[in-house]
C-alpha cells in the first residue's frame, strides 16, 4: 500500500454542547510540514494537535483548520467593576467643574469605558476538552489517510505502466545494439573497398577498429543497471510504505543510465529510444514526488 502526499479530511462532533469541526488537507513537500489554525482559546492544544497527527502522517505540506463552538448555556458571565467605574465618575465629575462644563455622563456611557463592564467565562475543563478535540481530528486523519491510500494506488497504477513501457524500451536498446556494431562494419569495409579500390584490405586492422568501436558503443552494463533500477521501482510499489524518498533516489539512478546511453548511442534509432526513455523517467520522477 502506497500514500499519496496529496489528500483531503474533515470531520465534526458535537457533543457537550459543543462542536469541533476540523478539515485537513495536502499538497507534497520533502518533509512534514503542519500548518494549524484554531481558534485562540485553542492554542494550548497546538502541541497535542501535532502529536496526533504525526500518528497518521509521515510527510507532506499538512493545512489544518479547526473550528470550535461552545453552546453551554451561562458559559461566561458579565462582570462589573464598581471600584473603576466610581473612579471614572469622580474625574469626569472633576473635568466639568474644572472647565465650566455640562455634567452629561449618564449611564450607557460610563458603561462603554475600559474594563468597567467584562466577559468573564467559567473555567473550562481541559481534559474533557482535549478529548473531544482529539477524537475529531483523529476521525479527519483518518478520511485524509484513506484519501491519500486511494489516491496512492491511483499513482502505483500509473506508474507501473510506465515502467513496464520502459522495459520495452530498454529491450529495443539490448536488441538493436549488436546489430549497430555489425552494420558499422559493414559500411567500413564498404568504404574501405571504395576507397583502396583492388588493393588487398588489412583485415586485422579493419577487425581492431570495429573492435573499438563496439568498444565505445557498448551500452551492455547500462542495460543491466537501468533494468534492474526498473524491477526494483516495481518491487517497491508492491512493497507500499513510506517509499517515496527511495524511488526518488532510483529515478535519478535511473536517469543517469539513460544519459550514458543517449551519449554512447552511434545510431539514430538507438537515440530517439534514449530520448525517449529519459521522457518517461522524467514523467515517473514527477508522480514519485507526490508519493508519501
Not at 492554542?43 to 489544518?64: C, H, M, P, Q, T
Request: hydrophobic residues 35%; proline residues 1%.
Amino acid at each position: 500500500m502506497i500514500k499519496s502526499m496529496t489528500g483531503f479530511g474533515r470531520s465534526e462532533t458535537a457533543e457537550n454542547n459543543r462542536k469541533f469541526a476540523v478539515e485537513m488537507k495536502s499538497v507534497n513537500h520533502r518533509y512534514l510540514d503542519v500548518n494549524i489554525k484554531l481558534p485562540k482559546k485553542l492554542n494550548f492544544f497546538e502541541s497535542a494537535i501535532r502529536g496526533e497527527l504525526k500518528n497518521y502522517i509521515s510527510r507532506g505540506k499538512i493545512d489544518v483548520f479547526i473550528t470550535y463552538e461552545d453552546f453551554t448555556e451561562n458559559n461566561s458571565n458579565v462582570r462589573y467593576n464598581k471600584e473603576l467605574a466610581a473612579e471614572y465618575l469622580k474625574y469626569l465629575r472633576l473635568i466639568a467643574e474644572d472647565f465650566g462644563l455640562e455634567d452629561d455622563i449618564c449611564v450607557s456611557a460610563l458603561s462603554r469605558y475600559p474594563e468597567v463592564l467584562t466577559m468573564e467565562e467559567h473555567n473550562i475543563d481541559e481534559e474533557e476538552l482535549w478529548k473531544e478535540l482529539q477524537r475529531t481530528v483523529a476521525a479527519a486523519a483518518e478520511m485524509f489517510v484513506q484519501s491519500r491510500i486511494v489516491e496512492g494506488e491511483h499513482l502505483r497504477d500509473d506508474l507501473t505502466e510506465k515502467l513496464d513501457g520502459m522495459l520495452k524500451l530498454v529491450a529495443f536498446v539490448e536488441e538493436r545494439s549488436p546489430r549497430i556494431v555489425s552494420e558499422y562494419k559493414q559500411k567500413l569495409e564498404e568504404k574501405v573497398r571504395e576507397l583502396l579500390g583492388d588493393t588487398a584490405v588489412d583485415e586485422s586492422r579493419l577487425l581492431t577498429e570495429v573492435t573499438i568501436f563496439a568498444d565505445k558503443a557498448c551500452v551492455d552494463e547500462e542495460i543491466v543497471r537501468l533494468r534492474s533500477h526498473i524491477e526494483t521501482t516495481k518491487r517497491t510499489l508492491l512493497e507500499g510504505g513510506s517509499i517515496g524518498r527511495k524511488l526518488d533516489f532510483i529515478a535519478q539512478e535511473m536517469n543517469r543510465e539513460a544519459n550514458t546511453i543517449l551519449s554512447k548511442a552511434n545510431d539514430l534509432e538507438v537515440s530517439n529510444c534514449a530520448i525517449e526513455l529519459k521522457t518517461e523517467i522524467e514523467k515517473v520522477r514527477e508522480q514519485i514526488q507526490n508519493i508519501e
